[in-house]
T-cell receptor, first 108, second 115 residues
Framework: RKEVEQDPGPFNVPEGATVAFNCTYS??????FFWYRQDCRKEPKLLMS???SGNEDGRFTAQLNRASQYISLLIRDSKLSDSATYLC?????????FGAGTRLFVKA | ETGVTQSPTHLIKTRGQQVTLRCSSQ?????VSWYQQALGQGPQFIFQYYREEENGRGNFPPRFSGLQFPNYSSELNVNALELDDSALYLC??????????????FGEGSRLTVL
């Protein structure tokens, strides 16, 4: 079993749609959680951290469920510029594990 | 711009050769981690250095080794290159105490092709 698992997609959605990505992790001792965005042939960049209480940044909402070892990302009102790969990231102290990423294509 | 620079940006090697990749961390960051990203995959954690000591390692063989220098820059060395080592190698720097390092700031990567 992979330490961090994501649906690879691709998700093809029209502009304005709401799309949700899920991620599960296997190490119950994991301590911090993130979503990163990676554009084609570019380096990953932090989208947002994920907290147990849930957190929102504009059109983006992240949730963490420690009991189920599950992380989610919700994107509302999708824009063409949201097209990218979204990476779920789990940090267990001295090891940072990335999921394989979920590809999103937003079309006009 | 993250302030993390990597060199070289592209290189081609043949099987069995050795390669050294370099990374300059962002000013004030004392932790550097290295990742291998194959095409269509997420970054795979190789190892992490904090204040010149390796303090975390992923599932990579010993022929992957590294160094961190007093100025917190770092090197990744790969010996006895194999075809499967062809990938984008990413370096990331972060602050903190070497454990939960929070946000990672990535360089643009070194793209290695092994023929």
């Amino acid at each position: 079993r992979k330490e961090v698992e994501q649906d690879p997609g691709p998700f093809n959605v029209p502009e304005g749609a709401t799309v949700a990505f899920n991620c599960t992790y296997s190490n119950s001792a994991s301590q911090s959680f993130f979503w990163y965005r990676q554009d084609c042939r570019k380096e990953p960049k932090l989208l947002m951290s994920v907290y147990s209480s849930g957190n929102e940044d504009g059109r983006f909402t992240a949730q963490l469920n420690r009991a189920s070892q599950y992380i989610s990302l919700l994107i509302r009102d999708s824009k063409l510029s949201d097209s990218a790969t979204y990476l779920c990231v789990v940090n267990g102290g001295f090891k940072t594990i990335f999921g394989a990423g979920t590809r999103l294509f937003v079309k006009a | 711009e993250t302030g993390v620079t990597q060199s070289p940006t592209h290189l081609i090697k043949t099987r069995g050769q050795q390669v050294t990749l370099r990374c300059s961390s962002q000013s004030g960051h004392n932790t550097v981690s290295w990742y291998q990203q194959a095409l269509g995959q997420g970054p795979q954690f190789i190892f992490q250095y904090y204040r010149e000591e390796e303090n975390g390692r992923g599932n990579f063989p010993p022929r992957f080794s590294g160094l961190q220098f007093p100025n917190y820059s770092s090197e990744l060395n790969v010996n006895a290159l194999e075809l499967d080592d062809s990938a984008l190698y990413l370096c990331a720097s972060s602050g903190g105490t070497g454990g939960n390092t929070g946000e990672l700031f990535f360089g643009e990567g070194s793209r290695l092709t092994v023929l």
